[in-house]
Every structure is written in structure tokens, then in C-alpha cells.
């Protein structure tokens, strides 16, 4: 069992830069592939990055890809996401999960979801 608090969400300006923050809870976190998602209103769940065990690969989603990125610290069991350069299309809740195993871009790879921190960019 993993739980999952996201936080460092809010309202920012276009061009801005926000520092998203996952705790995890559970001794077993440097053993999981580590995502974040992101939904906005009326729109489907869609993947945005995803970070290996060690931290050492990651991925992105195109729409993301230069201006986010993942990280993780697997001594204080915590991932982030780092975005820059925000855009009106990048307001959604955010939800950092746990990739259990298959393809990393679908959701149903993944557990163990957090609650998801709001963010808003708008001028």
C-alpha cells in the first residue's frame, strides 16, 4: 500500500513556473516508476511525465516535452515536476500515481493515486 499527497499547486501567470511535489508514504517507493497525470475540466486523464526507479530515465508527453520536468529524491520518497513556461492549456489538477506495470502512457498502469493539486494558469 502507497499513498500519494500532491501539493505546491495555485494560480500563475502566463510564462510562469510552478514546482509540483508528491510525497509517498511506504518503504518500497525507490522500487516504482513514479507519474504524473493531468485533468482538466471535461477532458479525459492524460499522461504528462514519468520517472524510472532510479530516476535516471524519463518521459514526456509532447505537449510538455522542454518545459516540464520530472524528478525524483528516493531518500525523502518524493517526485516533482518542475514546470516552466506555463500556458492557459496547461490548467488542470495534477495526480502523481504509482506505475504498476504496462504501457506507461495509460492510466491503467498505474495505482495508487493522490488526491491531485489544482493548478491555474491565467493572467
Known amino acids: 500500500q502507497v499513498q500519494l499527497v500532491e501539493s505546491g499547486g495555485g494560480l500563475v501567470q502566463p510564462g510562469g513556473s510552478l514546482r509540483l511535489s508528491c510525497a509517498a508514504s511506504?518503504?518500497?517507493?525507490?522500487?516504482?516508476?513514479m507519474g504524473w497525470f493531468r485533468q482538466a475540466p471535461g477532458k479525459e486523464r492524460e499522461f504528462v511525465a514519468r520517472?524510472?526507479?532510479?530516476?535516471?530515465?524519463?518521459v514526456y508527453a509532447d505537449s510538455v516535452k522542454g518545459r516540464f520536468t520530472i524528478s525524483r529524491d528516493n531518500v525523502k520518497n518524493t517526485v516533482f515536476l518542475q514546470m516552466n513556461s506555463l500556458k492557459a492549456e496547461d490548467t488542470a489538477v495534477y495526480y502523481c500515481?504509482?506505475?504498476?506495470?504496462?504501457?506507461?502512457?495509460?492510466?491503467?498502469?498505474?495505482?495508487?493515486w493522490g488526491q491531485g493539486t489544482q493548478v491555474t494558469v491565467s493572467s
Open positions: 520517472i524510472s526507479q532510479s530516476g535516471i530515465s524519463s
Open positions: 500515481a504509482v506505475h504498476i506495470s504496462g504501457y506507461y502512457l495509460s492510466a491503467s498502469a498505474y495505482k495508487y
Open positions: 511506504g518503504r518500497s517507493f525507490s522500487t516504482y516508476g
